[in-house]
């Protein structure tokens, strides 16, 4: 199903939960319990869990605005590193140095097409194997001509290292995400601070939808941009503008 789809759907659920949630216990109040004393302990406890709803909510934004930026600087280091590693071919002999390139050329091509076709992780496996399968090439390739240079056993071989390793690196970057059952506890967070802000708008003469409106709003929003930050391609937040470094790297390949 997709992403898009079930986010909007699940956030939009939340907020009309939350508004007839406030709406249900304001009735209940007016109904049953109108006659009990608003306790100072009460309101006390009413703040502390509207707290911990905010504190959960900025926890969880934090953490997946901080996933997204790492997401995007390691796009960064890995066009580093190969742009790096390829400028250091030129320290091999003029026999190796040119198959060398050719696999560089044809591993960055792979690496496109693999964010490419994202956020299709099924179909985009086969490319990332096929990605791995040039980086041996290019290693049994460069390792026996790095050793005919002190230089390039070096230079050459330790940025060899690292432009593989950041390949792993950006694949399990994109698997890391918080338990399901945070965003269970946010939703049921919110659900229970409408209920008691509904109880406590029982005193008022009418119900005040504008405000329970902008609090329902406000919290279904938020939950929504940090499910896009946490899964980016998948929804409306993408990056496939940080991608075209890659682009501008294999045009820069010659």
């Not at 580093?80 to 091999?92: E, F, M, P, S």
């Not at 299709?120 to 980086?135: C, H, L, M, N, T």
Request: proline content about 4%; glycine content about 6%; some cysteine.
């Amino acid at each position: 199903m997709d992403f898009t789809l079930v986010s909007l759907t699940s956030v939009l659920g939340l907020f009309g939960g939350m508004v007839l949630l406030a709406y249900w216990s304001r009735d209940l109040r007016l109904k049953w319990f109108l006659h009990l004393p608003e306790e100072e302990t009460l309101v006390v406890v009413d703040g502390a869990i509207f707290a911990l709803l905010g504190l959960v909510l900025a926890l969880t934004f934090s953490g997946a605005a901080s996933r997204f930026d790492e997401r995007r600087h390691l796009v960064i280091q890995e066009v580093n590193a190969i742009g790096t590693a390829y400028l250091r071919l030129d320290l091999l002999t003029e026999a190796s140095r040119q198959p060398a390139k050719d696999s560089f050329r044809r591993y960055v091509d792979s690496r496109i097409r693999y964010f490419s076709q994202l956020p299709d992780f099924e179909g985009a496996e086969p490319e990332f194997q096929r990605s791995k399968v040039i980086q041996r090439e290019i290693w049994q390739a460069v390792l026996p001509a790095a050793r005919e240079s002190q230089a390039a056993t070096m230079l050459l071989v330790p940025a060899l290292n690292e432009m593989f390793d950041i390949t792993t690196t950006r694949a399990l970057a994109t698997k890391i995400h918080p338990p399901l059952v945070v965003y269970g506890l946010l939703f049921g967070l919110a659900l229970i601070c409408s209920i008691i802000a509904g109880n406590n708008m029982a005193r008022a003469e009418a119900m005040d939808w504008p405000r329970i409106a902008g609090f329902a709003a406000v919290v279904s929003l938020t939950i929504y941009i940090t499910y896009d930050l946490e899964y980016p391609r998948l929804g409306l937040i993408q990056v496939t503008a940080i991608d075209q470094a890659l682009k501008d790297l294999r045009a820069s390949l010659n």
